[in-house]
Structures are given as structure tokens and as C-alpha cells.
């Protein structure tokens, strides 16, 4: 306790500090057109006031722990100096440890056995739903009621982050959907996926805020290797979830199962559609539809209902720390984030936070091949003002050696075939079923876990190598 709240003064400490550097920013900038000095103030002022809000949040949690123990008051009234970059720091693991926790909320819920219960009657619910004139129909059944509860009620916190991050992350979703002409409210489903947690990566391997799995992301051109994994890359990762997207509704002329096939595929929406009698809506081909894409539909509608009425719900956006806005660099020779932290004063987990695709830290430029660096709008002054030379030098022969290099390409190498996954048997799930969703056979489940048979128990773990 008594190191929390040291932790939280010496931040707040360090905010004064930090204020009065960032104000001086505008000595980087000679402009002399009034209006652009004016909406650049006003891009630091929003800047400072995210800070300001989080650590006024932190202070106050602080403060309200320590009436409950007088002895750590000298912790309050001994603040030390913080460095700028030490605050950033600090807020960035703060929000990134509560963002991580997010991905996992969803699937703290079996809802094939879950049965939620609201105040809110159903007849409130039912006049939201066609109070939203959604892209398709949204019909009210118990399945869409839950998922309805789940998002708005059950995952009250976990909402709260989405909201706050999706200011930064949904102007580039609906940028990109509109460029496809595809609806803009398809931008939830990244909710679903991820919970906007731009490095997920799920049991089966599938990666990145819209969770594309190894050979997809490759049949939609996201780059993948020792350096790059675009998965992980915003922008580019939202453009193939468009195409595919606007694939599948070419192929099944309906949104509800365009976005089906975005969880199983098209192929598994076109043998239901077959079982179906050819009927080609949602809930005609839900029975034949595999166990975890049935619930896929209702999540989508219940994650953009809970969004759509936060404020009735109380779910209030919380203040994660995201930039007003970032600027981008070409990058055309090999730099490493430590390099641009020593030289420049990035904090390296803001680089790794905006540029999480570099998964070694290492922007492989080239001039044949540039690559796009990724900087909050307070380091874009400092960054071109860097003299080159001593940039790309610094420290040059111990982060980008050969033998550093090399054992980037080794480990690259090893990837497909190193590790396995563990997985916890839910009710109702079957050998069939988990051997398909992770790409693999049964036999094959059934050797690597000494399996005599095909009969499985709710609770059991079971290995799956990639």
C-alpha cells in the first residue's frame, strides 16, 4: 500500500513537470498561422487532460485506501520527481495491465449454460433494439436477451475500457469500412474478437484486434515474418477484415451470414445454408451452424446494443491514455525501439503499444522496402529533429548485430512447430468439434493425450500441438 501511494504522488509530481515541458512544445513548432498553432494547443491540451484524468483517478483511489491506514501518511507528503517519460511509463502499464484483462472477460461465461436476468424488462429491450435501425433486422429471442445482459451488465468494467479506447480505434474502422462501402457498424465486431486488444491472441493461434488466424491473414495480404506480423498492425488489419467481410456478403447476399463466416468460415456457412434446405438467414441455419458460431450473431448484437446505450447502463468511458493522435514516419533502414527510446526519449512501451507488429522491437526498413513508424503527436518534433546518423548508429553493433539478426530468423523459423496449446474441456464440446477449431485431426488429439476413445469429460485439459 505504502509503495502504491508513493507510486501515485511521485506520478502526480511528475505531471507539473510533465505539463510544463509539453507546453513548451510550441518552441518545436515556428508557425506563424495562428488558427494551426491553436488546433495543435488544443490536440496537447486533450493530450494533458487524458493524463490529468487518470492520475486525478488513481490519486483518488489512493487517497481513499489510505484513510484506512494512517501510518503510510509520509508516503502522501515526501513526492519525489518523476521524469516524463517515467510518468508516461508508469500510466502505459497501468492501462495496458487493465486492457489485457479485457480480451479474456468474454470467455469467463459458458453461455450455452448461462441463463442472465435483468431489471430491465423486456419490452424496454425490445423497443432499444428497434430504436437502433440497425444494418439488418434484430430480432428479440432469449439467446440475443442474453448476450444483451452479458455485454451491458455482466462485463460492466471490461465495457468501460472499450468505450474509452474506441475513440482512438473506431474513426479508423469506419474511415476503412466506408472506403469498402460496407456498414459502419461492423466495427463492433472487433469487440467480440478482441475487446479492442490489438495484440490478442487466442487459444488456436488467431492474432491482433480482428483475430485472423495464420493462412487467412496470408490469402488477404498481411505480411507475416521474422520481424512483422500485420495482424497486429491497426490499420492493416482492419482493411482485410473489410475485404474479407465484403467477400462474404457477395458470396451469401446477407450480413448476418458474412458475419458468421467471419468466425467459422465460408465454407462451414455454406454446408448449414445445404442443411438448411438453401434457406439463407441467420436463424433458418442456426441449428447447423458449429457450436461456437451460433452465439456469434447475438454477441455482435448485444456488444453494439450495450455500446448504443451505455448511459442507460451506467457504462461511463473510461480514460486509457491513448494519444490525441499520432503522425507516422518512413523508415527506410533497420532501427530498433531502444535506439529511438536513448536517443529520441520515446518510452519503449509506447513505441511496442503503437507499433505492436515489430514483434522484436525492430522496424526492418528498407529503401526498396520503407516501413511506417508509428509516434504519439508529443514526440513528432523531437523524432525529426534527431540527427540521423547518431540515431541509426546508436548502439548499432549490439542491437542490430548479425548474431542478433540471425537468432530473430531462428526463432521465426521454429514458431510453426514449437509449443502447444492447453485447453479446457467445456460442457458440451467433443473431440470433433476442438480437432476442427484448431485445425488438427481427432486422431491426432487423441495421441498427443493418450485418449482411448473418443469420449471426453467437462474440466479436462487437453494438449494440441501447432
Known amino acids: 500500500m505504502k509503495k502504491t501511494l508513493a507510486l501515485i504522488v511521485l506520478a502526480f509530481a511528475a505531471f507539473s513537470q510533465s505539463n510544463a515541458q509539453r507546453m513548451s512544445l510550441s518552441e518545436y513548432f515556428r508557425l506563424p498561422n495562428r488558427g494551426v498553432l491553436r488546433s495543435e494547443n488544443d490536440a496537447l491540451k486533450a493530450s494533458l487532460d487524458s493524463l490529468q484524468f487518470v492520475l486525478d483517478s488513481l490519486r483518488a483511489e489512493a487517497l481513499k485506501a489510505h484513510q484506512n491506514d494512517d501510518a503510510d501518511k509520509s508516503a502522501i507528503d ?38 442472465f436476468t435483468s431489471n430491465v424488462p423486456d419490452e424496454v429491450m425490445i423497443q432499444r433494439l428497434a430504436d437502433m435501425k440497425a444494418f439488418f433486422s434484430l430480432p428479440f429471442n432469449e439467446t440475443v436477451k442474453n448476450y444483451m445482459i452479458l455485454y451491458s451488465e455482466k462485463m460492466h468494467s471490461g465495457m468501460e475500457r472499450v468505450l474509452g479506447v474506441s475513440k482512438f480505434y473506431f474513426p479508423i474502422f469506419e474511415e476503412t469500412f466506408a472506403k469498402y462501402d460496407i456498414p459502419l457498424e461492423l466495427k463492433y465486431m472487433a469487440i467480440i474478437e478482441s475487446m479492442l486488444n490489438p495484440t490478442a491472441t487466442s487459444r488456436a493461434g488467431a492474432r491482433g484486434m480482428w483475430q485472423f488466424m495464420y493462412q487467412t491473414a496470408r490469402s488477404y495480404g498481411l505480411c507475416i515474418d521474422s520481424y512483422v506480423d500485420e495482424r497486429l498492425d491497426v490499420v492493416k488489419a482492419v482493411d482485410a477484415a473489410a475485404r474479407y467481410l465484403r467477400d ?31 434457406k439463407r438467414d441467420f436463424w433458418s441455419i442456426y441449428p447447423y451452424l458449429p457450436r461456437e458460431t451460433r452465439g456469434y450473431v447475438p454477441a455482435f448484437v448485444g456488444a453494439m446494443y450495450a455500446f448504443t446505450y451505455a448511459r442507460e447502463y451506467g457504462i461511463r468511458p473510461m480514460d486509457v491514455g491513448m494519444p490525441a ?20 526519449g520515446v518510452p519503449e512501451d509506447d513505441l511496442r503499444q503503437f507499433n505492436p507488429k515489430y514483434i522484436h522491437d525492430i522496424v526492418p526498413g528498407t529503401d526498396r522496402e520503407p516501413c511506417i513508424l508509428n509516434l504519439p503527436y508529443k514526440w513528432t518534433a523531437p523524432f525529426m529533429e534527431a540527427d540521423q546518423d547518431s540515431l541509426y548508429l546508436h548502439k548499432a553493433g549490439e542491437l542490430l548485430c548479425e548474431e542478433v539478426l540471425k537468432d530473430v530468423e531462428k526463432k521465426a523459423s521454429a514458431a510453426p512447430s514449437s509449443g502447444s496449446i492447453t485447453y479446457k ?15 488438427v485431426s481427432v486422431a491426432q488429439m487423441k495421441k498427443w493425450n493418450n485418449l482411448k476413445s473418443d469420449n471426453i469429460r467437462p474440466g479436462q485439459v487437453l494438449k494440441i500441438y501447432k
Open 425 to 439: 474441456v467445456k460442457s458440451g464440446d467433443y473431440l470433433g468439434r476442438i480437432a476442427s477449431k484448431y485445425g
Open 248 to 278: 462474404a456478403y457477395r458470396v451469401f447476399g446477407d450480413w448476418t451470414l458474412a458475419i458468421s463466416s467471419y468466425n467459422c468460415g465460408t465454407g462451414n456457412v455454406a454446408k448449414a445454408i445445404h442443411r438448411a434446405g438453401e
Open 325 to 344: 493522435q499520432l503522425d507516422t514516419f518512413e523508415i527506410r533502414r533497420k532501427l530498433h525501439f531502444t535506439q529511438i527510446s536513448d536517443v529520441v
Open 78 to 115: 515526501e513526492p519525489k520527481n518523476y521524469t516524463a517519460a517515467q510518468t508516461d511509463s508508469l500510466l502505459h502499464l497501468w492501462y495496458k495491465a487493465n486492457r489485457d484483462l479485457d480480451f479474456q472477460s468474454i470467455e469467463d461465461y459458458d453461455m450455452d449454460v448461462e441463463h
